[in-house]
Structures are given as structure tokens and as C-alpha cells.
């Protein structure tokens, strides 16, 4: 087990590249998820390296246990006092069907048995709603995914 040993003899600095790793890890991964836990190892680390400075000895039950707490505060703290996410300006900035309710569009091929394409500038767009004939203009109520809810206009 060379492994095992080479890790047992680093000691209190497992906690250090441990916590370089996880902070490492949260500039690669998007989102706020290991920082924290990064952070904590690091504490950690800085609290056993400082109890051996003065002849404490931690051992690593202990040291698990302390990261638990310090993790555990940590995100407690993050979720109690950090302002809230802001809300976007534009909720529908990447559901475009969203976008289009309220517009009027050309309806291309005819809406028959409840399914059509409709024109809204130079893109066509399936449609689903009352029977149309191709030519006449139908309101959009809604949207289904890609699929725009008609009515006549």
C-alpha cells in the first residue's frame, strides 16, 4: 500500500491539497458548490498545522469531525447571509416561444386537424390551435416547447 503511505506521510497538508483541489475544482465547474468545502479543508488544515506547532496532537476522527463542522457552518452561513439571486429583467430571454405570446402571425401551411406552421418574420414556427386556412393571421396565446398555441386573430 505505497499510496496509503505516501498520504499518511503528508499529514496535516492532505487537508491543504485537499482544499486547493476543491477550490481548483469550483474555478472548473460552474455554480458555488465546492468552495465552501474547499475552504473548510483549508481551515482545517491551518488548525491541525497549528496545533502541531505547539505539541497538540489531532488525530484524523478528529480532524474528519472538524471538517464536518466547519463545512456544515460554512454553508449555513453562506445560505443565511448571502443576498438572494437577482431576478432576471427578462425571464424569457431563452424560451423564445415565450417571446412571441401576444404577437400576430401569418399562418403558412393551413392549421387542420388541430396542427400548422405559422410565419413570424422569416422563420416558420409549428403551430397548433383552430382550424386556420393558410393566409390568415392568428394570434399567439402560448407555446408549447417549439410549438406556438394559436388563435384566430
Known amino acids: 500500500m505505497p499510496l496509503i503511505d505516501f498520504f499518511a506521510g503528508l499529514g496535516v497538508w492532505n487537508w491543504v491539497f485537499l482544499g486547493l483541489a476543491l477550490c481548483a475544482l469550483e474555478a472548473l465547474i460552474p455554480g458555488v458548490h465546492f468552495l465552501w468545502f474547499g475552504l473548510s479543508a483549508l481551515a482545517v488544515g491551518a488548525v491541525a498545522m497549528i496545533a502541531q506547532?505547539?505539541?497538540?496532537?489531532?488525530?484524523?476522527?478528529?480532524?474528519?469531525?472538524?471538517?464536518?463542522?466547519?463545512?456544515?457552518?460554512?454553508?449555513?452561513?453562506?445560505?443565511?447571509?448571502?443576498?438572494?439571486?437577482?431576478?432576471?429583467?427578462?425571464?424569457?430571454?431563452?424560451?423564445?416561444?415565450?417571446?412571441l405570446i401576444g404577437r400576430t402571425a401569418i399562418v403558412e401551411?393551413?392549421?387542420?386537424?388541430?396542427?400548422?406552421?405559422?410565419?413570424?418574420?422569416?422563420?416558420?414556427?409549428?403551430?397548433?390551435?383552430?382550424?386556420?386556412?393558410?393566409?390568415?393571421?392568428a394570434r399567439i396565446t402560448g407555446a408549447d416547447d417549439t410549438v406556438l398555441i394559436v388563435d384566430r386573430a
Open 53 to 99: 506547532a505547539v505539541g497538540i496532537e489531532i488525530t484524523w476522527p478528529i480532524e474528519l469531525v472538524l471538517f464536518a463542522l466547519v463545512s456544515i457552518a460554512a454553508v449555513y452561513a453562506v445560505r443565511r447571509f448571502a443576498p438572494p439571486e437577482a431576478k432576471s429583467d427578462v425571464p424569457d430571454l431563452n424560451v423564445r416561444g415565450a417571446q
Open 109 to 137: 401551411t393551413a392549421i387542420s386537424g388541430g396542427r400548422g406552421r405559422v410565419r413570424i418574420g422569416d422563420t416558420l414556427w409549428p403551430a397548433k390551435g383552430p382550424d386556420l386556412p393558410a393566409g390568415s393571421s
